[in-house]
Every structure is written in structure tokens, then in C-alpha cells.
């Protein structure tokens, strides 16, 4: 689970007492992404976690550390993590902690019917005064390591205002968009978040990603960013995309992690759902992907509203093991050669590589 991501947006399954900031953090030779506990004794905790799919196994240990910043004078903390029913405590698990890292544990109950809706799991630290102690959640990951792929003549889907890849003298890239920067504005960008007014829209050409507008065999690189889940049909998306691909060509994807967003109550796509849209020829959204997506969000708005508007949602939900499913499915059976996957555990997105 990415306690970045629920800090961050202020999750409703979130309730925190004392202070916290979310702050880059290295340990050993690596960055990590933690919340950092500011005050001696502060507290969180997450409520409807028996429908979080990441917890449906009862996992010991979900890639979560603690340990307090250096300063040699070998105090320890404590914390303490707490299954509560109300005010009844069903299962306590705490350990003290100093500099050195110690991963955090959760304590499930073997009587699995204590576990109910109602159900929290509560994270509390007892800092020494005047320390900090990092709550480790992710390692942080680097874009670049699949930016790099990105040379030759190549496309990017979807960038809207802030595309990633970019011109140079040895990448030639050109930005595919559904729509003018106008309608973009208007549809995701009122408030100018975005900066969408100020973009330069010159290099974009309109199209959809299973219509990209380039000629067989041409392009080194599709590059795209959050944009995979959207797609309904993804291996006819791949399977079109091969076809533009000049041989070693490659598909590069930033793709959520599905644990570590707001669809962690999601279940990932399988596989023969794909292979149905794909012998089903379909290529946008169904009443089936909307209803399914309102229904995870526990949104109360209609169906046909949200068709009507167009609007975009996470058609198929990944994790990086169901990923790898497709990305074999796309060697074994789309002509595909190899693939790689970069994640980490609990990061908010992971990256894929797949080569023609």
C-alpha cells in the first residue's frame, strides 16, 4: 500500500493525529519515498481495509519500515500496529526500533471472522523527544531508465500539456492527442492546473491510440504515461502497435500500480477478459467498464452520464504480476520478442519495456 498516495490526496480511509510530512529519504544506496513522524507520539490509521485486495492475504509484511534518523545516541522508538474492532483490540503486533531499519509487521488474527467491516488498522509511534523517524513506503523510481529506450522516430500518447519525451538529436518525437488543445482545456484543465493554455501544440497531431496516424514499420518507440489502463482492448492496442514498429522497435508505458492508487480495492484484469475484447474487436468502453469503475469509486453518478461526457477511467486495473501476463501473452502470441518490467513495492506506477 502507498501511504504516500494516501497522505498525499488525503484519503477518506486515512485518519492521522500528530504531525507527519512526506519527505525523500536515502537509505543505504537507494531513495526512498517516507513519511516522516514529527511528533513523539502521532498516529494513523486506514479503515475498510478487509476490502483492500493488496491485504485479502493476510500478508505479514507489505515492504513498510521504520527507524529513527541518525544521530549516534542509540535511543530506540517504539511502534506499535493494532487491529481494532471499535475499542476492542483483536491483535497487537510492536517492536522497538532505533537507526536501523526494521520492517513493519501486521498482526492478523487466526480467527479470520474478527475481521469484519468495521475493522481498522491502527499504526502508532512513540518517538524520543526531539527526533524524527522515517516510516520507509517505497523505493523511488526513476523514469529515466525507460526514457532512455526512447530514440529514433517515436510517438507519444496521451501526453496532454506535459509530455515527457522530447526533441533532441537523437530523438525525433511527435505528441498524439484525441482532441485540440482547446477541448483538452476545457474537459481536464478549467482551473489551469495543467498549464494547458500556455502549451505548445504545434508538434501534436490528432488520432487515437489505436488509430496512431504513422505508416507500418516507421516508429522506434510508443512511449506513454498512465494512459495503458485506459484503454479497453489493450492487446489489439499492442497488437496495432507492433505493426508500426520497425523491427527492435519497442512500447515503453508508465502504468499505475493498482495497489498503491485509488484502485486499491480493484480487481486486476485478467487475462481472458483481454483475450475477449481482443476477439470482440472492441475498442472502447462498455456500460460493463463504467458501471465497474463507478461502483470501486462509490460514485452515485449514472452510467449513461458518464458515457455520454466521454469520460475517461481505468478501464483495466494492473499489478505488476498481471502485467506480465499480458506483456507473455504479447510475446507468445503478438509477435513481440521480449519484455522487462521496473517496479517497486508499494510505488505509486511501474514502467514496461516490450521490444518488437
Known amino acids: 500500500m502507498n501511504l504516500i498516495d494516501l497522505f498525499h490526496r488525503k484519503d477518506k480511509i486515512l485518519k492521522a493525529s500528530g504531525s507527519f510530512s512526506i519527505a525523500v529519504t536515502k537509505w543505504g544506496p537507494d531513495k526512498w519515498r517516507s513519511i516522516l513522524v514529527l511528533d513523539g507520539r502521532s498516529s494513523f490509521s486506514l479503515s ?7 491485504l485479502k492475504s493476510f500478508p505479514r509484511e507489505i515492504g513498510w519500515y521504520v527507524g529513527l534518523r541518525a544521530n549516534g545516541s542509540g535511543e530506540y522508538g517504539e511502534i506499535r500496529v493494532t487491529l481494532q474492532n471499535g475499542t476492542e483490540d483483536i491483535a497487537v503486533w510492536k517492536v522497538p ?17 474478527l475481521i469484519t467491516s468495521e475493522t481498522v488498522l491502527n499504526v502508532s509511534f512513540d518517538v524520543p523527544n526531539g527526533r524524527t523517524a522515517d516510516l520507509f513506503v517505497h523505493k523511488a523510481l526513476d523514469r529515466s531508465c525507460i526514457l532512455n529506450f526512447a530514440t529514433g522516430a517515436g510517438i507519444e500518447i496521451g501526453p496532454g500539456p506535459k509530455p515527457q519525451v522530447f ?11 484525441e482532441m485540440p488543445q482547446d477541448r483538452w482545456k476545457e474537459l481536464y484543465d478549467r482551473n489551469g492546473k495543467y498549464g494547458t493554455e500556455t502549451a505548445d501544440f504545434s508538434k501534436y497531431i490528432i488520432g487515437t491510440a489505436d488509430t496512431i496516424p504513422a505508416e507500418p514499420q516507421s516508429l522506434d518507440f510508443i512511449f506513454s504515461s498512465h494512459l495503458f489502463e485506459h484503454l479497453a ?14 523491427p527492435g522497435g519497442v512500447v515503453l508505458a508508465v502504468v499505475p500500480e493498482m495497489h498503491s492508487t485509488k484502485d486499491i480495492c ?14 470482440g474487436g472492441l475498442w472502447r ?9 463507478l461502483k470501486l469509486r462509490g460514485s452515485a453518478r449514472s452510467i449513461n452520464a458518464v458515457m455520454d461526457n466521454n469520460l475517461s477511467i481505468h478501464v483495466h486495473y494492473y499489478d505488476s504480476v498481471s502485467i506480465s501476463m499480458v506483456l507473455e501473452t504479447a510475446v507468445s502470441e503478438l509477435g513481440y520478442t521480449s519484455y522487462s518490467i521496473v517496479h517497486a513495492n508499494n510505488h505509486k506506477d511501474f514502467y514496461f519495456c516490450l521490444w518488437k
Not at 285 to 293: F, G, I, M
Request: aromatic share 8%; proline share 10%.
Open 48 to 54: 475498510r481495509i478487509c476490502e483492500v485486495r493488496r
Open 97 to 113: 526500533f532505533g537507526e536501523i531499519p526494521v520492517p513493519i509487521a501486521l498482526p492478523w488474527p487466526v480467527d479470520g471472522r
Open 167 to 177: 526533441q533532441s538529436e537523437i530523438t525525433s518525437v511527435q505528441y498524439l492527442e
Open 233 to 246: 482492448n489493450p492487446l489489439g492496442h499492442l497488437a496495432r502497435w507492433h505493426s508500426l514498429l520497425k
Open 266 to 279: 480493484a480487481m486486476p484484469s485478467t487475462l481472458e477478459e483481454l483475450k475477449q475484447e481482443m476477439a
Open 285 to 293: 468502453p462498455t456500460e460493463h467498464h463504467y458501471s465497474r469503475w
